[in-house]
């Protein structure tokens, strides 16, 4: 059984994740670029400015450019929707912020010409719920970046247990 911090961190989790941008280095116009990055290069960056959006709190942007066929699926199983994660959202009442990320171990797989990144990453959030600092540990993450209307958008993720 979920408890309610669980579901909370879960949404927190898909609001700081399930954000896909477009970055100049990364490409625009009607065909994605590597911007002469490599593909775990490109993947950091493109999760790097989605982390920055959220700190930013820029939720519309966020909520804006999730791919219309996103998926989050969670450790236990569970997954949401790109529409039932913002129904879900959209009723919370708790308080979130993120104050930091550590991303590491990005290994990447690259197809311009389909449009698609596909990354594994561990990544730890530093956010800030109700006004009390939470330290998250790393956790493994494996997400798919697609090439839409001229952005990077995400398109789906998943996430595991935290590291030990």
């Given at each position: 059984?979920?408890?309610?911090?669980?579901?909370?961190?879960?949404?927190?989790?898909?609001?700081?994740?399930?954000?896909?941008?477009?970055?100049?280095?990364?490409?625009?116009?009607?065909?994605?670029?590597?911007?002469?990055?490599?593909?775990?290069?490109?993947?950091?960056?493109?999760?790097?400015?989605?982390?920055?959006?959220?700190?930013d709190e820029d939720l519309d942007a966020v909520i804006n450019s999730l791919a219309p066929e996103y998926v989050l699926m969670r450790p236990d199983g569970t997954s949401l929707t790109r529409d039932e994660w913002i129904a879900e959202l959209e009723k919370e009442e708790t308080e979130y912020k993120?104050?930091?990320?550590?991303?590491?171990?990005?290994?990447?797989?690259?197809?311009?010409?389909?449009?698609?990144?596909?990354?594994?990453?561990?990544?730890?959030?530093?956010?800030?719920?109700?006004?009390?600092?939470?330290?998250?540990?790393?956790?493994?993450?494996?997400?798919?970046?697609?090439?839409?209307?001229?952005?990077?958008?995400?398109?789906?993720?998943?996430?595991?247990?935290?590291?030990?």
């Amino acid at each position: 059984m979920m408890t309610r911090m669980h579901i909370k961190t879960t949404l927190l989790a898909a609001a700081l994740f399930g954000s896909g941008v477009a970055l100049s280095a990364c490409g625009s116009g009607d065909a994605p670029s590597d911007g002469g990055l490599t593909p775990n290069e490109q993947a950091q960056q493109i999760i790097e400015a989605n982390q920055q959006m959220a700190i930013d709190e820029d939720l519309d942007a966020v909520i804006n450019s999730l791919a219309p066929e996103y998926v989050l699926m969670r450790p236990d199983g569970t997954s949401l929707t790109r529409d039932e994660w913002i129904a879900e959202l959209e009723k919370e009442e708790t308080e979130y912020k993120l104050a930091g990320y550590q991303i590491s171990n990005v290994e990447a797989q690259r197809d311009l010409e389909a449009g698609v990144i596909v990354a594994s990453y561990n990544m730890a959030l530093d956010v800030i719920i109700d006004g009390e600092e939470i330290d998250g540990k790393p956790r493994p993450f494996l997400s798919t970046f697609i090439w839409q209307d001229g952005d990077w958008k995400w398109a789906s993720e998943a996430y595991g247990e935290p590291l030990d």
